[in-house]
């Protein structure tokens, strides 16, 4: 950190070892077909807004099917920041940060406000996406957007992708397991509203934007999502047999739920094991990044007094985890279970000017699986 400021270490915990308004401001990042549209970052707040800017029907119609998707899904207006990328680039070249027109371009435009991210792309003519289930750019661009992302996470703007899981082969068996690529940070979304291998990860991308972080894009309490029928490749999902495998290899999918009609969201599955191998996980720890960034930031260059050997004087530092652990409560609510703060007074501030304070966020748990024991009997207990 060459400047003062506020550096908020995410770890991963012991989590697998244990058993208000939305807080989401989303993006689209998509092959764009007007060259005028290729590069230009935009905000749009309804599908009317976004025809009026370019993005309509007749001359993007891939960027304007995500728009339109996003937008049945939300119901109603929330901005939407969108960028249009040439065709031949590849979602790996959109999540390098190296890419002078890619992902970081977007960000670096939006200072902080995008906090989820939906990639897609239309192929060029000609593009060769090779013999395997999926097209060989969705695991290059899950690995490939790691250091994008932790380089945003250490400026305190957190950023969660979703990736289109474009079907190259929908009768080749799957080897990709998105659950072992070791990438919290990007999920990849598998099943299409339309036939031909694309992914509706607008829909994804609205239903994690609509509600608060806390909320899985496949909560049942908000109902079926606005989808008519869902494809892989050029099949219905009902007409499939590995979709549950497909679930279990770590994909973000579809499926119906017994006696309701429509498609929900599986678990919301990113692509890593650990504790934030699901969306809200991710979510909800951004969010107390930002909150901790905020709650700090007022504090850098202060001064707190210290004991005869350097280290923090304890009141101090009680005032200072005090204001933190407020802080996160007051804007995470009902989000989190708990939330612990931490100063250890065993800190040289006089030699190191540095403070560290461990933060641990309890989280919510959620019903995934619900196992009913049912049986007949000549006696009821009396309730």
Known sequence: MPFPGVSVNVTSGNL????AAPDGV????????????IGKVQQVFNLQDAQAKGYTQQGEPFLYGLIEEFYKEIGGSQVLWVMGVAETMTMT????????????????????????????????????????????????????????????????????????????NED???????????????????????????????????????????????????????????????????????METLHDDGFITFHRRQGTAGYYFGRDNMCTSDDFRILVHGGVIDKAQRVAAEAYTPYIEDFVRVASDGTINDTDAKHLEDILRASIRSNMGDQISDVDVDIDPAQDIINTSRLEVQVRVLPLGYLTWITVTLGLTTQLTAS
Not at 141 to 152: H, I, M, N, T
Request: with cysteine.
């Open 16 to 19: 697998l070892r244990s058993v």
């Open 26 to 37: 989303g993006a689209i990042v998509a092959t764009a077909a007007i060259a005028d549209n």
């Open 93 to 168: 070249d959109i999540v390098d940060s190296t890419m002078a027109d890619g992902l970081g371009r977007l960000l670096q435009a939006a200072a902080g406000d995008i906090t989820r991210v939906a990639i897609a792309r239309q192929p060029e003519a000609g593009y060769d996406a090779g013999a395997r289930f999926l097209d060989p750019d969705v695991p290059a661009a899950v690995l490939g957007s790691l250091p994008l992302c932790q380089a945003w996470q250490e400026r305190n703007m957190p950023v969660r992708i979703l990736l289109e899981g474009r079907v190259a």
């Open 172 to 242: 080749v068996i799957n080897d990709f397991k998105p659950s072992q690529a070791n990438n919290g940070f990007a999920g990849v979304v598998l099943g299409g509203t339309k036939a031909g291998g694309s992914a509706a990860v607008a829909v994804a991308l609205a239903r994690a934007c609509k509600y608060p972080v806390h909320v899985k894009i496949g909560s049942g309490q908000n109902g079926a999502l606005s989808v008519g029928q869902i494809y892989i490749g050029d099949t219905p999902i009902e007409e499939r047999l590995d």
